[in-house]
């Protein structure tokens, strides 16, 4: 069994920046990734980590913006978030994957398993 606890979610201005934590714990990891929920709004991939060979994937609408990043001595999943826009208002869930489902790609929902209560971030 896998649990996994986000951190650092909160309010900022635009432009701002936030990090995001996530603390694994439990079985070997395939692969994690950060995703969001906004309002009305289907879960959609923010970013994802493949943690063993540490291979990234962004969405369009974060690249150049977010950070994923690990720390494996921790079994902690990051999300550095700079320049901030009203748009990434949502709640952001961290994610897992112990089955190596590799023929799911890492951005899709149904890749990961394990799921997170979520971190609100909001800004405004």
């Known amino acids: 069994h896998v649990q996994l606890v986000e951190s650092g979610g909160g309010s900022v201005q635009p432009g701002g920046s936030l990090r995001l934590s996530c603390a694994a714990s439990g079985l070997s990891l395939s692969c994690m990734g950060w995703f969001r929920q906004a309002p009305g709004k289907e879960r959609e991939a923010v970013a994802t980590?493949?943690?063993?060979?540490?291979?990234?994937y962004y969405a369009d609408s974060v690249k150049g913006r977010f950070t994923v990043s690990q720390d494996k001595a921790k079994n902690t999943l990051y999300l550095q978030m700079n320049s901030l826009k009203p748009e990434d208002t949502a709640m952001y869930y961290c994610?897992?994957?112990?089955?190596?489902?590799?023929?799911?790609?890492?951005?899709?929902?149904?890749?990961?398993?394990?799921w997170g209560q979520g971190t609100q971030v909001t800004v405004s």
């Open positions: 994610a897992a994957d112990t089955r190596d489902w590799w023929w799911i790609l890492p951005l899709t929902p149904s890749r990961y398993n394990y």
């Open positions: 980590i493949y943690t063993g060979a540490g291979g990234t």
